[in-house]
């Protein structure tokens, strides 16, 4: 389902000032108003995206780059001041049971006016979250863990479409795709009880040293460089669980000539250690319910286990999702 877009952004700019209406919340002549939507190429049920390929109801900071065009990028020259990682907020709330409603704001006064100049050739890059202080958009810094992390497919606008005497504003649609692979685990209690999860950690028993906690990766691309690997990641929720499934999500770069049983998942519950680790196979099920052979943890894929609490444990690995979006079948593999 595709977001629909709220309202006109307006133009706020005069043609020699560069300094944009998300930091003077003015209008202005000279300059053609923009809006943008946002979709995805998948989705994964976190705080990032939730429904099908739209943004689920939230309120999400994304960085904005607009810069002068160029053929082949390379300088990234921000079309006007303040263009260069511009904090936008993406406020979506449900307009329907069928469609959502975006609401837009820049900057640090959250003005709701943004433009380009008139006759402009413009790129346009994005990425999920925002993070203050990147100057490189092909280089910004990610940790792992329970975020998601997103860059959009580059977008332009041309000189005919910001020629003088558009009324119009000119939609910018940007579909972001998932930087990493995840791995979901949904854990529920046979009674009720008082249970929280204090951790989740994955660990790489062939101790290959390729499990990444930081890096960077290009907004352009969504290419990582890892700057900080080992055998260990871990998540520390402190979240309740109880008989319905809570899901956990860990997110890290993707993981390529997996062998079964390498990875292993351990649980501290109520700050108790638990004595059994679930090893990680490479059979499992993909969305259509038929059988696949993992060879990895691969970029836009999410890999689903079950983990039930009761006097034992007890482990499932459930299935893949491509889309990160569809319920797969549950496979009960007796461990």
């Not at 065009?69 to 260069?84: D, G, L, Q, V, W």
């Not at 990493?180 to 989740?200: A, D, H």
């Not at 286990?305 to 319920?327: K, Q, R, V």
Request: proline content about 5%; some cysteine; aromatic content about 10%.
């Amino acid at each position: 389902m595709r977001a629909a877009c709220a309202g006109f952004l307006l133009a706020a700019f005069t043609a020699c000032d560069k300094e944009p209406a998300a930091e003077r919340g003015l209008s202005g002549a000279n300059t053609v108003p923009v809006t943008f939507s946002a979709s995805q190429a998948s989705s994964i049920q976190t705080r990032a995206a939730i429904d099908g390929t739209s943004f689920s109801p939230g309120v999400y900071p994304l960085s904005l780059w607009i810069c002068d065009h160029e053929e082949t990028p390379a300088s990234f020259t921000a079309h006007m001041r303040h263009y260069a990682n511009l904090k936008a907020t993406l406020d979506v709330s449900a307009a329907t049971e069928t469609e959502n409603v975006e609401m837009w704001t820049y900057g640090t006064h959250n003005a709701t006016a943004l433009g380009v100049r008139e006759n402009s050739d413009v790129d346009i890059y994005a990425y999920y979250p925002y993070v203050e202080g990147v100057t490189d958009l092909r280089a910004v810094p990610f940790t792992t863990g329970q975020d998601d992390w997103m860059w959009a497919k580059p977008a332009r606008l041309t000189a005919s479409q910001t020629a003088p005497g558009v009324s119009e504003p000119v939609e910018v649609p940007l579909q972001f795709s998932h930087v990493m692979t995840c791995i979901e685990v949904r854990i529920r209690t046979k009674y009720n009880g008082s249970v929280s999860l204090t951790s989740m950690t994955l660990t790489d028993k062939a101790a290959k040293n390729r499990l990444c906690s930081a890096g960077t990766f290009n907004a352009m691309t969504g290419d990582v460089t890892q700057t900080e690997t080992g055998n260990e990641l871990t998540i520390r929720p402190g979240a309740s669980i109880n008989t319905g499934a809570t899901r956990f999500y860990l997110m890290f770069p993707e993981v390529t000539g997996y062998s079964d049983n390498e990875f292993e998942l351990s649980f501290v519950f109520n700050n108790i250690a638990a004595q059994t680790t679930f090893p990680l196979p490479t059979a499992m099920r993909d969305a259509e319910d038929n059988p696949v052979t993992i060879d990895g943890f691969h970029r836009g894929t999410k890999y689903i286990y079950e983990l039930m609490l009761d006097n034992t444990m007890h482990f499932e690995a459930i299935g893949t999702e491509s889309d990160w979006s569809a319920d797969p079948v549950e496979i009960d593999l007796d461990l």
